[in-house]
């Protein structure tokens, strides 16, 4: 019998065999380093998202004044920016308050600024909306003749996990 048959024969029976064990150690592989890529991306991205929540408005008015822009500003949406009963704003990706934003006194008028945020399937979902109030905002601002500025950046921890994926940012203090 010739060698290279019998060479072949064993090379087919080697790949019956074990193609279904190349075949989960490959596919392992490929998960983990998706896996690894999804989470260096992710951490690119949240660099971006906690300057974007740090990002305040400064209303140059008083704190009336200002709460009246802020209510204007959030009541043309206000599914996505309800009011609050202790006089802040939420914002919404699913519950009223995944987001809370508060009105504080600055030395040029009122700041405008993230308090908290929570995140939703391992990343903090509400940066747009956020993005949306602050032009939202100055465009009420300005219609009013009130200027408004960007104020002083604030920074975030991440707090304890809600659940096993999700934890809620509040202000470094």
């Known amino acids: 019998m010739d060698p290279t048959i019998i060479l072949l024969g064993i090379l087919v029976l080697v790949l019956i065999i074990g193609g279904p064990f190349i075949k989960r150690w490959a596919n392992r592989k490929a998960a983990a380093a998706g896996e690894n890529a999804g989470r260096k991306f992710a951490a690119k991205q949240l660099v971006n998202v906690l300057v974007e929540f740090g ?16 209510a204007e500003a959030a009541g043309k949406k206000p599914k996505d920016f309800p009011g609050r009963a202790d006089g802040g704003f939420g914002i919404r990706f699913v519950e009223p308050d995944d987001t809370i934003v ?5 030395p040029a008028g009122t700041r405008v600024q993230v308090e908290t945020f929570r995140e939703y399937m391992g990343f903090p979902q509400t940066v ?9 905002i100055s465009t009420a601002a300005a219609a009013r003749g009130v200027t408004v500025s960007e104020g002083q950046h604030l920074e975030y921890l ?16």
């Open 158 to 173: 991440r707090g304890h996990l809600l659940d096993p994926k999700n934890a809620r940012w509040a202000l470094d203090a």
């Open 102 to 106: 508060r009105l504080v006194p600055d």
């Open 55 to 70: 990002t305040t408005v400064v209303i140059h008015a008083p704190e009336d004044a200002a709460r009246e822009i802020v």
């Open 128 to 136: 747009s909306f956020w993005q949306d109030l602050r032009t939202r």
